[in-house]
Structure formats: structure tokens, C-alpha cells
């Protein structure tokens, strides 16, 4: 059979020199499959699917010094009629177990994600499914730290048949169709092919009389109540990992865990950025040009604030210590006051009256920033 043209050249699939050292080519081959293992592009499977398994022909002959040398010598002429080398009729799940020594076992593939194939995306051997939980807390909360007690759903082993699946007074049998071992074996062109056995789904047994509970899948469905710790200063859109805490395992695998996504909601008055707060405070034009003190609220309560003379509007002025407390345990971020400065919409006739006298005075004695940006104007309408 002739070789087809379109093949790439296997080092340019994987990425790598063809002078490559056996370390260097394992290494391009993990960040290739996970970046087109089709559980991590369910947008784009088929294209993931693909690319897998030309990923997989590629490095099933580079990884193989015969096969590798032969390559080398003869190119994709060469590799015709060697076992193992052309995956385009194969699916990724017999890939898994042949190629990749099935699910488990210390295999290439289960260093690229974590032990147990990477199926369930890093999980163990036997682990149970991650579950995923989202909530909204205060930026007061965020701030401080804070506890928050929450109810999921998840699976729990049976407590009729204590997880074993089967009625009480029976127990599960060695599958027949398997001999117990949880998979089959097929031929499949020049290799042999290891799959999960359709009939126990992998146990290695079988259940002939049912829990009458939880119908032989082991399992039921329950509501539980767990604490979520929110440490002082978490940021939103933060992820907490709450170990043991998603669904159990199988054959007493160790359980998943949970992922808590927090979100913390946008305050009515202050602007977080990082560990430090901002808030827009009003003030009325004498005291900005006089001085004084105003009363600022805070995370903490109410604080008083000196307003310096001849503060402009949109400075800020800044009160230490009294931002958030930094998640690490590094101290708290400051707050930021910015000034506004109001003008009074009514005037009483002394008030005008005033004003229009210190109005005069502006006249006489003009400001040295002032002159010196009506000069610039000058400048600029002279051009």
C-alpha cells in the first residue's frame, strides 16, 4: 500500500529538530497532547481527534530508536508495514489502551495528566468528578474574611448496600465476559488493542441482584452542607479548592474535590484596586481653598480627615492602613480619597454678595499658574 502524501513530516508534527534528543521529543509530544487531546476542545473534536493521533503516529516512531532510524533513513516509505505506526483508523480510546498502556499504570501519559490517563483531566486512578460552585460576597467580606455555609448536591455511597451495589445477602460476581480483569483485548492490523469491557464497564464484576435503593450503581443522590473558610483580602473571580469534597470514587477511589468560584460584588461607593480602596468625597469650595476636616466613612467606620489648604478638586488624599487586608498576610492597602469639589447651586444675597467681592480681588491679583496658562494660550492663538 503506498504511503499517503499528505502525511507531515513527523518532526515537524511534534515540533522539533530532527538532531532532537529523546528528552526533547517527550517533552514536545506532552505539550502537543495536551493541547489537542480532544476532552480539552469539545468546540473543535474532530480537528482535536485528528491532530491527536497524528501527534501520537508521530512520536509512537521517533520515541523508538529502531523505528526512528528507519524513519530517517527511508522516510514514510519506510515505516510501511511496521506495527504501530498509523493511527487514522483508531480511536483515541483504544490509543489510551494500547499505545498509551491504558488507564493507568505509569505510562507517558499518565505524567502529561497526573496519574490515571488523564481522562478525567488529572484525576487518580478511581478519583471521583470535581464538582463546581459558584458564589457573590460583599467587598466588606472580601475585606475582612469570612465564613460561609453552602448546599450542594453530590453523590454519597449507598447506605443500604454500604457502596457494594448489591442486594443485601448477595455480592457482586467475577464478570464473565472479561474474566475479571476489566478489559478486552482485540486485533486490530499488526498491534493488539486493550479496551474497557462493555459489559462491567472496567469493575471486573458483575451484579445480579440489585440494591433495591440504589438500583446497583452504588450510589445516591444527597444534599450537603458544607463551610467555605473566605480568607481576608480574596480578590473576585478567585477559585477555593475544598480537597475530598466532589463525588466519590469508584472501587473506593479517593473522592473529587470541589472548586468554589468566588465573586465579590461592585460596592455602592468604593473602587477596590488591589489592597487599596477609592471613594469620592464632596467638599464645598471654602473648605478646599480655607482647610478643614471632614468625616469619611470606611470598611471600618466612620474616621475624621484633614483637608489641607488649597486643595484642588480631583486630588486625593490618603488615609493609611484602612484598605483591604492583603490575602498573603502582608499588612491592609490604603484608601484613597478624591475630592470634588461642589458649587452651590443657590446662593443666600450675603453669599453672592461675598462672592462677588472676592470675584473682584481674583481680578487684581491673578493666580501665577493662572498667568501663566493665559500666556500659553497666547502663544498658541498667535501660530
Not at 487531546?37 to 516512531?61: G, M, Q, T
Not at 486512578?125 to 460552585?133: H, K
Not at 477511589?253 to 469620592?280: A, M, S
Not at 450675603?350 to 501665577?368: D, F, I, M, T
Request: proline content about 4%; charged content about 30%.
Amino acid at each position: 500500500m503506498p504511503v499517503s502524501k499528505t502525511k507531515r513530516d513527523y518532526y515537524e508534527v511534534l515540533g522539533v529538530a530532527k538532531t532532537a534528543t529523546a528528552d526533547e521529543i517527550k517533552k514536545a509530544f506532552r505539550e502537543a497532547a495536551k493541547k489537542w487531546h480532544p476532552d480539552r476542545n469539545l468546540d473543535n473534536k474532530k480537528e482535536a481527534e485528528e491532530k491527536f493521533k497524528e501527534i501520537a503516529e508521530a512520536y509512537s516512531v521517533l520515541s523508538d530508536d529502531e523505528k526512528r532510524k528507519r524513519y530517517d533513513q527511508f522516510g514514510h516509505q519506510g515505516m510501511h508495514g511496521m506495527p504501530g505506526t498509523d493511527f487514522s483508523g483508531v480511536s483515541v480510546e483504544d490509543i489510551f489502551a494500547s499505545f498509551f498502556g491504558g488507564h493507568g499504570g505509569g505510562s507517558i501519559f499518565d505524567e502529561i495528566f497526573g496519574a490515571g490517563g488523564g481522562m478525567g483531566g488529572g484525576r487518580y486512578a478511581g478519583q471521583g468528578a470535581s464538582l463546581r460552585f459558584e458564589m457573590e460576597i460583599s467587598l466588606e467580606e472580601a475585606a475582612k474574611g469570612v465564613k460561609r455555609t453552602i448546599e450542594i448536591q453530590r453523590d454519597e455511597l449507598c447506605e443500604t448496600c454500604e457502596g457494594s451495589g448489591a442486594k443485601a445477602g448477595t455480592k457482586a460476581t467475577k464478570c464473565n465476559y472479561c474474566r475479571g480483569t476489566g478489559y478486552v483485548t482485540r486485533s486490530q492490523g499488526f498491534f493488539t488493542m486493550r479496551g474497557t469491557c462493555p459489559r462491567c464497564n472496567g469493575r471486573g464484576e458483575t451484579i445480579e441482584s440489585p440494591c433495591e435503593k440504589c438500583q446497583g450503581s452504588r450510589r445516591e443522590r444527597k444534599k450537603v452542607r458544607l463551610e467555605i473558610p473566605i480568607p481576608a483580602g480574596i480578590e473576585d473571580n478567585t477559585r477555593i479548592r475544598l480537597a475530598g469534597e466532589g463525588e466519590p470514587g469508584d472501587d473506593g477511589g479517593p473522592r473529587g474535590d470541589l472548586y468554589v468560584f468566588v465573586r465579590v460584588k461592585e460596592h455602592q461607593y468604593f473602587v477596590r484596586r488591589g489592597n487599596d480602596l477609592l471613594i469620592e468625597m464632596p467638599i464645598p469650595f471654602s473648605m478646599a481653598a480655607l482647610g478643614g476636616e471632614i468625616e469619611v466613612p470606611t470598611l471600618d467606620g466612620r474616621v475624621r480627615l484633614s483637608v489641607p489648604k488649597g486643595t484642588q478638586s480631583g486630588q486625593l488624599l490618603r488615609l493609611r492602613g484602612m484598605g483591604v487586608t492583603d490575602v498573603h498576610g502582608y499588612g491592609k492597602g490604603n484608601q484613597f480619597v478624591r475630592v470634588a469639589i461642589e458649587t452651590p447651586k443657590k446662593l443666600t444675597k450675603e453669599q453672592e454678595e461675598l462672592l462677588r467681592k472676592y470675584a473682584e480681588l481674583e481680578k487684581v491679583s491673578v493666580k501665577p499658574h493662572e498667568r501663566s496658562f493665559f500666556d500659553k494660550l497666547k502663544d498658541l492663538f498667535a501660530e
